[in-house]
């Protein structure tokens, strides 16, 4: 019964280049949501997915930064030309529904993160 | 005792005391909060959540408190353990709008 699982974990990049990171929900989960966490700070939403669908992406940079989460495969986290400053960790978190019911099958559980270092 | 460090609010605990964990959240209009436990290097871990229609819930070892009133939320670990030792962080969610955290608490255990 595998949890909410990202890759790589660690990725490094020169500025300038692309970063992809991935993440595959729980089963059974078919909401995703991407955050972003600098150290000893808490994480940040960025957006939220649904199958092919952005359902909230106001967390997210309008520039370099997209997310996708296609019928078939992981979501994918993409930042292009990347800064130092891009430089965090990406969490992935994924649930059930995405009701704002408060209910259970509402909690995201979260995956290991990716460490993202921009030389 | 409870000390502010460099970055996070750190609260040294002995093990087998119980320790309250503090959390004062922002939105009035939040109906779900949810307590997570981030260790160093890995995701956050659910703990516990509670809905605004209540004001106490216990889960295995972990009790949450919520005040509205005072915009309020604690977590309480009883007999705390060195495994317990991590940091953490409450969140806070209003209907379909995304999870807001918190700063977070950092929890050292001392053996």
């Known amino acids: 019964n595998a949890g909410v699982m990202q890759n790589p974990r660690h990725l490094v990049r020169r500025r300038g280049q692309e970063a992809r990171l991935r993440c595959s929900p729980m089963?059974?989960?078919?909401?995703v949501y991407w955050y972003r966490q600098l150290p000893e700070e808490g994480l940040k939403f960025m957006v939220y997915?649904?199958?092919?669908?952005?359902?909230?992406e106001s967390g997210m940079p309008k520039e370099r930064f997209s997310a996708e989460f296609p019928k078939e495969g992981p979501s994918i986290l993409r930042i292009q030309q990347v800064v130092r400053g891009d430089s965090a960790a990406y969490f992935c978190?994924?649930?059930?529904?995405?009701?704002?019911?408060?209910?259970?099958?509402?909690?995201?559980?979260f995956g290991p993160g990716t460490r993202l270092t921009v030389l | 005792g409870e000390s502010v460090g460099l970055h996070l609010p750190t609260l040294s605990v002995q093990e087998g005391d119980n320790s309250i964990i503090n959390c004062a959240y922002s939105?009035?209009?939040?109906?779900?909060f949810i307590w997570y436990k981030q260790e160093s290097g890995k995701g956050p871990q659910f703990i516990i959540d509670?809905?605004?229609?209540?004001d106490k819930r216990q889960g295995q070892r972990v009790t949450v408190l919520l005040n509205k009133t005072v915009k309020h939320l604690s977590l309480q670990i009883a007999a705390t353990q060195p495994g317990d030792s991590a940091v953490y962080f409450c969140?806070?969610?209003?209907?379909?709008?995304?999870?807001?955290f918190g700063k977070g608490t950092r929890l050292s255990v001392i053996a």
């Open positions: 978190a994924s649930s059930r529904s995405g009701l704002g019911l408060a209910q259970a099958s509402d909690t995201q559980y």
């Open positions: 089963k059974g989960h078919s909401h």
């Open positions: 997915l649904q199958k092919e669908n952005i359902i909230d």
């Open positions: 939105n009035s209009a939040s109906d779900y």
């Open positions: 509670i809905r605004s229609n209540m």
């Open positions: 969140a806070e969610k209003q209907g379909n709008t995304p999870l807001v």
